[in-house]
């Protein structure tokens, strides 16, 4: 199994700045991803990390909200851009083995004041 | 789609009773799944997966069944504990796409 670290662990944010939330898997992965999960709810994708080229996002998630990098196969950043209330949520990283097998980060629990 | 509402399915179980949790999926051509046990204030932890070309798969105290007539899952959890408190989450892949995931269950252990 891969074990998946994230950075910070919670943060309380002002309306309009911008908060960058770091991944680190313990292993090389084929396949990153960020979620979101309101409290009490299940998770939504935001997006595809892709090494090396542009992510792929959801309907519904855009590049100049949700800019993600990923310089290299264990490593992905998820920046939350001019922040609202609203996007006060959990934001989730994960990792896709090669028998696809999926695996979680602690998340970063994010409140927007 | 995100889900709605703020109000999880729950299932209250007696401490040392078997819990059975469910999860109806929605694409017959999903051919991997996994459950997932989210303890409040952290990330999902893998439990248990299993491939289409199996019914039934055991782990320590865990077992899954696929009923692919019906698009069912079901996690059984035997001598259910107190740490066993959590939401479940089943989930679906197809062909090495993105996960989708059920709506959760909150199983409560009581005393």
């Known amino acids: 199994s891969a074990v998946i670290s994230q950075k910070p662990s919670r943060d309380i944010c002002q309306r309009g700045t911008s908060l960058t939330i770091q991944c680190q898997v313990d292993s090389q992965v084929t396949m990153m991803f960020w979620y979101r999960q309101q409290p009490g709810q299940s998770l939504t994708l935001i997006a595809t990390a892709n090494q090396g080229s542009e992510a792929t996002y959801e309907s519904g998630f855009v590049i100049d909200k949700f800019p993600i990098s990923r310089p290299n196969l264990t490593f992905s950043t998820l920046t939350v851009s001019n922040m609202s209330p609203e996007d006060s949520s959990i934001y989730l990283c994960?990792?896709?083995?090669?028998?696809?097998?999926?695996?979680f980060g602690p998340g970063t629990r994010l409140t927007v004041t | 789609g995100e889900s709605v509402g703020l109000h999880l399915p729950t299932l209250s179980v007696q401490e040392g009773d078997n819990s059975i949790i469910n999860c109806a999926y929605s694409n017959s051509a999903s051919d991997y799944f996994i459950w997932y046990k989210q303890e409040s204030g952290k990330g999902p932890q893998f439990i248990i997966d299993?491939?289409?070309?199996?019914d039934k798969r055991q782990g320590q105290r865990v077992t899954v069944l696929l009923n692919k007539t019906v698009k069912h899952l079901s996690l059984q959890i035997a001598a259910t504990q107190p740490g066993d408190s959590a939401v479940y989450f089943c989930a679906e892949n197809t062909l090495g796409q993105n996960f989708v995931f059920g709506p959760g269950t909150r199983l409560s252990v009581l005393p």
């Open positions: 994960s990792a896709m083995g090669q028998a696809y097998e999926q695996y």
């Open positions: 299993i491939r289409s070309n199996m």
